[in-house]
């Protein structure tokens, strides 16, 4: 018993240190460790064995056992590193690990979000309002007689029971004040639909942020200094405003917003179209019969009102030529904006 127990040994370290690949190694395990294996089967007949040679055979099938596993636990650890070290060839561990891109704010976001912070920190809180509207919030109450132009079905995209996609975000002039007692200061930006061509400047569906403040003491030059602070903040501060004369019906006076050209600086270039300015909003002093519609006594309360289109800052902050770059999720475009 006990020449064959190291006739076992032997033969058990050897396939196992001469094992060249994992199989190889499992296989010699199975064969002389395995429950069926070589060793157990010695084992099996040690109680065969006569008394006094018994002691020892048990003794050295445990040293024959601890041997192989030994054996069998440092083989195959080499096989492990061998493994890993297979797996890591060519990878330099000094190399800064590769980001994985978490996607973008795109540049529409990203005005939007700029325009907001700047009027909350002239005190203007950040609202949204529904994109479907009724005549009343769209048109009537903001002043627009339903046989404006503007309320035609050729301008704009009527629903069933004369709902309409909003067609600016002015309705949230009213549903504010309607809302909230003055002093009221918001800035709304949200999603607006016109039956406009598709083409370099026009988007049927487009983004507007939308400004109303009302107060017992808002005059002109509040308004004026407030929208010049804007542009200044926003565009930089050697960019001139200009205040140019303009119709509105919820708005009087009304004014459209111009920023001097940052391409020319008013000289007159290609992107100004020669002009030297650009447009940036439709503004004004809120109407008195707004205020009537919702409620407030026009001869308390005074107020000022802007929308710009976001897209269209956007293109004349990053000199983009065709607005519907802005809308077309060409990644190629728009990884130049995410940081
Ligand atoms: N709602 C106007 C438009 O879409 C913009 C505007 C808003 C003008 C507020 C004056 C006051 O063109």
């Not at 060249?20 to 199975?30: D, F, G, P, W, Y």
């Not at 996607?103 to 002239?122: K, M, N, Q, S, Y």
């Not at 000289?267 to 004004?284: A, H, V």
Request: glycine share 10%; proline share 6%.
């Amino acid at each position: 018993m006990l020449d064959e127990l190291r006739e076992i040994e032997r033969q058990g370290l050897s396939a196992i240190e001469g094992a060249a690949e994992a199989e190889t190694l499992e296989a010699a395990r199975i064969q002389f460790l395995g429950r069926n294996g070589a060793l157990a089967d010695a084992i099996g007949r040690i109680g065969a064995v006569s008394i006094e040679e018994r002691p020892a055979a048990g003794k050295l099938a445990n040293q024959v056992k601890q041997r192989l596993h030994g054996a069998f636990d440092e083989k195959q650890s080499a096989f492990d590193r061998l493994a890993t070290e297979e797996e890591g060839a060519g990878i330099d561990p000094t190399l800064p690990g590769r980001a994985a891109w978490r996607g973008g704010v795109h540049p529409v976001t990203a005005v939007i979000d700029e325009i907001c912070d700047i009027f909350r920190e002239l005190g203007f809180s950040r609202v949204r309002g529904p994109e479907v509207e009724t005549e009343r919030y769209n048109f009537t109450a903001l002043n627009i007689p339903l046989d404006h132009p503007a309320a035609d079905e050729h301008d704009s995209f009527y629903l069933e029971n004369r709902h309409v996609l909003r067609t600016h975000t002015s309705p949230m002039q009213i549903r504010t004040m309607e809302t909230f007692q003055p002093p009221v200061r918001v800035v709304v930006p949200g999603m607006c639909y016109r039956r406009d061509p598709y083409d370099r400047s026009h988007a049927p569906a487009f983004e507007q942020i939308e400004g109303l403040a009302v107060d017992e003491t808002i005059d002109f030059i509040e308004f004026r200094s407030s929208i010049q602070y804007f542009v200044r903040r926003f565009f930089g501060p050697g960019r001139r405003t200009r205040f140019r004369p303009s119709y509105f019906p919820f708005t009087e006076p009304s004014a459209e917003v111009d920023v001097s050209c940052g391409i020319c600086d008013g000289s007159g270039c290609p992107t100004c179209k020669e002009t030297g300015w650009l447009e940036i909003m439709g503004s004004g002093m809120v109407h008195p019969a707004v205020f009537r519609a919702v409620g407030y006594d026009p001869e308390r309360y005074t107020g000022y009102a802007f929308g710009m289109g976001s897209g269209r800052i956007a293109m004349v902050r990053h000199g983009i030529p065709d607005i519907r770059l802005l809308y077309e999720g060409d990644m190629a475009f728009l990884s130049q904006f995410s940081t």
